[in-house]
């Protein structure tokens, strides 16, 4: 008889092994820790990728792997002739995670959309300083405390925004991980109990992944949603292993501790594509890096003077050099993945003669200038002391003399912005929603002088297309006016675009269905492991 | 010994309020302004830097922001991190079993292969043994605790597959932290297998933060037992007729380890400081790597809290050391 319960025992335990054994669960050396659970308060894309993506959806989402936008938790929305009401028809039968201590009675309607943007807007809801110390970075950042005039429940299935201006970019922002959707039933339950931050801890949400629980810079572990209202993911289990250090990532994912790791370091690319057990993908970033004149101050004021130093810097070297080959030199503002990149304009050429003879045709003769170089890395630039200093070597090959200068990032940061600012300088952007106004309006247009324009740029007709393009809602209207802006731009030279940084990803080759996000975010529903 | 105690206990809190000044002067001499750390490249508007200056507090008075801060620390309250919105003694307490299980494998390590190694190399004096011992310890000394943990990774992880290269325990398992301890959670969880997970996980980054502590206790050791071995009273217990092992052991060997202790509780502070480069490496969940990620994030209340915390830890042990000094060395107690 004991012989009978150990055997009996014993099947039952294999029995569950094998259960185990077939659980898909792919493990993602992430790069850091979420800094909470609820998007809206944080602009880390590390948060965004262990909270919005598995957790959350949003009225109107990223397509994957473009910068278009198609519908989300709204099945389809309508645009008033005046570009003023946007009227949001919300998808039904969406179902919410449940877990230990909450369980949904009800599916997402209105209510939860009016809550979601409440909690942020309004200062007097009881959710807008739900834990110390908080703040709605995103929200405040986008302006959209001053863009939003009302928001109304028309009925359970019916949203409508209206505006206070025609804003063309604001469906890209209902994309946007602070435009996360979350569940007013389990936020009035934890309301009720008094326990507001587990919002923030043990999040509820309709996306493909329920989370399950988070040890604390260690490891977040999700399951797949059975409910997902976009179907069953292919994995079971998600596992992020929190890895800083590249150079470990890489070892865990050669090691197979981990299916998938972002940001490798480059030296480690040959090694990658050396390995017969992984893949690399690869994509060109939504970022640009530039080289901003202060077109205020003479001589730069001089679009001649500009294009003349354009003319003086080989990119392809600071690509080679800086970058290690893994970007593309940029021509445009905005990079190319962003729809309305016009193709048909033409790089200013790299000629040191044409540009010493230009820089003489203007007046100027034994320039001396500041170039300002960054003291962070990033991806835009890994490495803006270098650059600089190319940039030097190639401006004394046409006769101007450049000093290198930097300073700690904060008064970095707040230096450059300054109207009478000396010199150049090196910086850059990574877009927030794919917007193409996202980089044009926010680093070039008339408003951003003195804060994010850093070229000190005002010019009419630049800003006179970006600005219509802002309150047109029609698509192709929009590209063209983009299309042409890029044109002006690219005239008058308030930068030196140098390069759009390439992003890659490493992984196991049995993974599967994976797809680079142009705007940098990981996520991996639609993702299946191979046995 | 109880005077002793008492005044040892007394010298704690003008050390501890130097501490406090120090940790919260040292986050703000950094070079770097929170506010627009956060705001980053696309700027922040006067209105909004105005408005978000306040909700940290950084626009009050240098003195009161102080004052707070202390106050704060008397009721147990050491601020909430201003990344991740959660306060900062909640976050230090969930990571510093990590931090203790590592120092713990790290330190015991140290000890039991230090000790030894320092007593057979100073009876062995000269022997090809004592030499290629002390030069490893030099070799051991000198290695960047940075460079050594990767190349430990790269040699045992990645090209024999021996150890795992990262984290507390495989991913397999999954149990709730009822200690904080690994180890002891692994073993409470009752899962086949988790336990030599989490011992196998703490190979390597014991390794990296014990080999500086064993370097230095094992020279010590090695320094103190000739001196011990060339005094009077070894030569009267060998010329006694005792074995050399209870020469060596008992009474040699007490008197040595004398210094030996201090050496052991200066290390405890000199491996809080491994710990920051050992964590990071091994991506062990610990205080280290938080403080690392809160500098470079300028979150002031993590900073000073962490600095506050760890001295808080370093002066425990240094008092615990003093105790034991005089337990091994009576003279001390009475002076």
Redesign the interface.
Same mark, same amino acid.
């Given at each position: 008889m004991k012989l009978m319960k150990t055997l009996l025992a014993a099947t039952a335990v294999l029995a569950l092994a094998a259960g185990a054994a077939q659980a898909k *669960?792919l493990?993602y050396c992430s790069e850091? +820790?979420p800094?909470?659970f609820d998007p809206a308060?944080y *602009?880390a894309g590390t948060t965004f990728d262990a909270s919005s993506r598995p957790i959350y959806n949003r009225l109107v989402q990223f397509t994957k792997g473009s910068s278009d936008t198609e519908p989300g938790l709204a099945e389809s929305y309508d645009v008033s002739e005046d570009g003023l009401e946007y009227t949001f028809h919300l998808r039904q039968g969406v179902k919410f995670h449940s877990s230990d201590t909450f369980t949904p009675t009800r599916d997402f309607n209105a209510d939860d959309v009016l809550f979601s943007f409440e909690r942020q807007w309004k200062s007097d809801h009881p959710w807008n300083a739900y *834990? %110390?110390?908080? !703040?709605w970075?995103y929200f405040? !950042?986008m302006s959209m405390g001053e863009l939003l005039s009302s928001i109304e429940k028309v009925d359970d299935y019916t949203v409508k925004f209206t505006l206070t201006r025609p804003e063309a970019p604001f469906i890209a922002n209902m994309a946007m991980d602070f435009a996360s959707i979350m569940s007013a039933e389990y936020a009035a339950q934890l309301e009720a109990a008094g326990t507001m =931050?587990l919002l923030?801890q043990a999040p509820i949400g309709t996306g493909p992944f329920e989370f399950v629980?988070y040890?604390? =810079? %260690? $490891?977040i572990?999700y399951s797949s949603f059975d409910d997902y209202w976009g179907g069953v993911q292919p994995l079971d289990d998600l596992?992020f %292993?929190? *890895?800083? =250090?590249p $150079?470990?990532r890489m070892?865990?994912l050669? $090691?197979g501790?981990c299916h998938v790791m972002p940001y490798p370091n480059p030296a480690d690319l040959d090694s990658i594509r050396a390995d017969s057990s992984l893949q690399l993908m690869e994509q060109e970033g939504l970022n640009v890096g530039y080289l901003a004149y202060n077109t205020t101050m003479a001589p730069f004021d001089n679009v001649n003077v500009r294009k003349a130093l354009n003319m003086a810097v080989d990119k392809q070297a600071i690509v080679d050099a800086v970058f290690e080959g893994n970007a593309t030199a940029a021509i445009n503002p905005i990079p190319p993945t962003i729809w309305s990149y016009n193709t048909s304009i033409v790089d200013d050429e790299y000629n040191p003669e044409a540009a010493k003879a230009m820089l003489a045709e203007a007046g100027v003769e034994n320039l001396s200038m500041k170039v300002w170089a960054m003291p962070v890395s990033r991806p835009y630039n890994p490495d803006a002391r270098r650059m600089a200093e190319l940039i030097q070597a190639d401006y004394a090959a046409i006769g101007v003399t450049a000093e290198v200068v930097s300073m700690?990032?904060?008064?970095y @940061? !707040?230096q450059s !912005?300054l109207p009478d600012r000396d010199g150049a300088v090196l @910086?850059?952007?990574?877009g927030d929603n794919g917007d193409p106004d996202n980089f044009l309006a926010?680093l070039l247009g008339c408003d951003a002088v003195g +804060?994010?324009n850093r070229a000190q740029w005002c010019n009419e007709e630049f800003d006179a297309l970006i600005q219509k393009a802002k309150i047109t809602s029609d698509k192709a209207e929009r590209t063209a006016l983009y299309e042409e802006a890029q044109v002006v731009f690219k005239r008058e030279a308030p930068w030196l675009t140098i390069a759009h940084s390439v992003v890659f990803m490493p992984m196991s080759t049995k993974v599967t269905g994976y797809v680079m996000d142009p705007k940098g975010t990981h996520a991996f529903d639609g993702v299946d492991l191979a046995e | 010994m109880i005077r002793f105690l008492l005044n040892r206990l007394f010298l704690i809190v003008p050390t501890f309020i130097g501490i406090t000044i120090l940790a919260f002067a040292f986050v703000r001499v950094l070079p770097g302004d929170p506010v627009l750390l956060i705001a980053g490249e696309r700027g922040v508007s006067p209105e909004r830097y105005q408005m978000l200056l306040e909700q940290f507090g950084y626009n009050r008075p240098i003195w009161e922001q102080y004052w707070s801060y202390l106050s704060g620390i008397f009721q147990g309250d050491f601020g909430t991190s201003v990344s991740t919105k959660r306060p900062v003694i909640r976050d230090f307490l969930t990571l510093f079993p990590a931090t203790l299980e590592l120092s713990f494998f790290a330190i015991s390590f140290a000890i039991l292969l230090g000790i030894p190694a320092g007593v057979i190399a100073a009876v062995k004096r000269g022997s090809w043994y004592d030499q290629t011992l002390m030069g490893t310890a030099l070799v051991g000394y000198s290695m960047p605790i940075f460079w050594l943990g990767l190349l430990l990774i790269i040699f045992f992880s990645g090209m024999l597959g021996w150890t795992p290269v990262s984290g507390r325990i495989d991913m397999l398992y999954y149990f709730p932290a009822t200690t904080g301890f690994m180890t002891i959670d692994a073993l409470l969880s009752g899962q086949d297998g988790a336990f030599v997970s989490a011992m196998r996980h703490l190979i390597l980054p014991t390794v990296t933060l014990g080999t500086i502590p064993l370097a230095v206790i094992a020279r010590q050791t090695r320094s103190a037992m000739l001196e011990v071995l060339g005094d009077d009273y070894v030569r009267t217990a060998r010329a006694k007729g005792l074995a050399p092992h209870q020469v060596i052991g008992v009474h040699a060997l007490r008197n040595a380890l004398i210094p030996v202790v201090t050496t052991i509780g200066l290390q405890v502070g000199v491996m809080m400081a491994g710990a920051i480069l050992t964590e990071t490496i091994f991506s062990w969940p610990g205080i280290g790597k938080w403080m690392i990620d809160a500098i470079s994030r300028r979150d002031y209340p993590v900073v000073q809290a962490g600095l506050l915390l760890i001295a808080l830890i370093v002066m425990a042990v240094n008092l615990i050391v003093d105790v034991l000094y005089g337990l091994i060395n009576p003279r001390i107690r009475h002076t």
């Open positions: *669960t493990v850091g +820790s800094e909470g308060p *602009t *834990t %110390a110390g908080i !703040s970075e405040n !950042s =931050d923030n629980n040890q604390q =810079d %260690a $490891a572990r596992v %292993a929190i *890895t800083t =250090d $150079a470990v070892q865990k050669q $090691a501790e700690e990032w904060g008064e @940061l !707040s !912005s @910086l850059g952007w990574t926010v +804060s994010a | -």
